[in-house]
């Protein structure tokens, strides 16, 4: 158990670019969670994936967003034509669902993300 | 819907004495709490959780809280702090994860002073 792998650690765009990050979660855990925390504040829920379902995205900040779960294992964030206000660190989790409840609910150490 | 709102913003203790960081919950269904810690350029580490098992849940580190239904709280402590202890502490609270995900407080900063 090699823990949930963000990749990469920090990223510096260009305000307008896309940018993609990856998240792996821990093996056996069929939720995958993405987070943001701003400056000061706590994470913030995103989306989850259950497997490879999408089951929710409406707290998605805005159609600028995206994120995939192909295969059920990793998972990428992508936003495309970011501006400043994106800046922040994107936090992935993963846990495993057991009965109507979930398990294991591990973070990992996240993405910084710099728009210049 | 869930809310968490975490008393203080920072907290200051002398090494040696009790820490207390104060948590309140909101939440439509039985909630499951939990206490991370975030130490600077670091992840989210669990300190502990509360699943509707014993309402004194004990963590790591010597860190322990109480789930108290009829107040709404879940209030961190600790007998004695040590340097080490300095970082950022979120509560959280789960109605289940899925669609509500988890919804942390506002952080409360925990400074030990020497």
């Known amino acids: 158990d090699t823990g949930v792998s963000q990749d990469p650690r920090h990223k510096i765009t260009k305000r307008g670019q896309n940018v993609t990050f990856r998240c792996d979660p821990i093996?056996?855990?069929?939720?995958l969670y993405w987070y943001r925390q701003t400056l000061g504040q706590g994470p913030e829920f995103l989306t989850y994936?259950?497997?490879?379902?999408?089951l929710e995205k409406s707290r998605l900040l805005s159609d600028r967003f995206s994120a995939e779960r192909p295969k059920g294992s990793f998972s990428t964030l992508e936003i495309q034509r970011t501006e400043q206000g994106d800046s922040a660190m994107y936090l992935c989790?993963?846990?495993?669902?057991w009965g109507t409840g979930e398990l294991g609910y591990t973070f990992g150490s996240g993405t910084r993300l710099t728009v210049v | 819907a869930q809310s968490v709102t975490q008393l203080d913003s920072h907290v200051s203790v002398s090494e040696g004495t009790p820490v207390l960081l104060r948590c309140n919950y909101s939440s439509s269904y039985s909630p499951s709490l939990f206490w991370y810690v975030q130490h600077p350029n670091k992840g989210l580490q669990l300190l502990l959780k509360y699943t509707s098992a014993a309402t004194l849940v004990k963590g790591i580190n010597g860190f322990e809280a109480e789930f108290k239904k009829s107040e709404t709280s879940f209030h961190l402590t600790k007998p004695s702090a040590h340097m080490s202890d300095a970082a950022e502490y979120f509560c959280v609270v789960s109605s289940g994860g899925g669609a509500d995900g988890l919804t942390f407080g506002k952080g409360t900063h925990l400074i030990i002073q020497p």
């Open positions: 994936f259950q497997n490879e379902a999408q």
């Open positions: 093996s056996e855990h069929n939720r």
């Open positions: 989790a993963s846990s495993r669902t």
